[in-house]
């Protein structure tokens, strides 16, 4: 049996769909042909809970990010440099 029988077509939407060019006589020789250790399907697979309506509220002040959890840092006074650049300025031209 072929199962490579067959391509891969997209619909309007984008969405990949197998498109069989096998002729399939009944759903026993479908079962047939889909019996292979190349397809699986996972089992038990746990989506977190999340309540249906709860989303994403990008204007919560909630919802930072942890950048923004950091203080601030204080602030440094340049006038002392301000200055000491004057000061180096005036001796240089002299």
Do not use: C
Request: glycine residues 4%.
């Amino acid at each position: 049996m072929n199962l490579t029988a067959g391509r891969v077509v997209h619909d309007d939407r984008g969405n990949a769909i197998w498109h069989s060019t096998a002729e399939v006589q009944s759903p026993e020789a479908l079962h047939e042909l889909l019996q292979t250790d190349a397809l699986s399907l996972l089992e038990n697979v746990i989506e977190p809970a999340r309540p249906a309506n709860e989303g994403f509220d990008p204007y919560s002040k909630e919802a930072r990010s942890p950048n923004a959890a950091r203080p601030a840092r204080p602030r440094t006074d340049l006038r002392a440099l301000s200055a000491q650049i004057l000061r180096e300025r005036e001796l240089s031209r002299s």
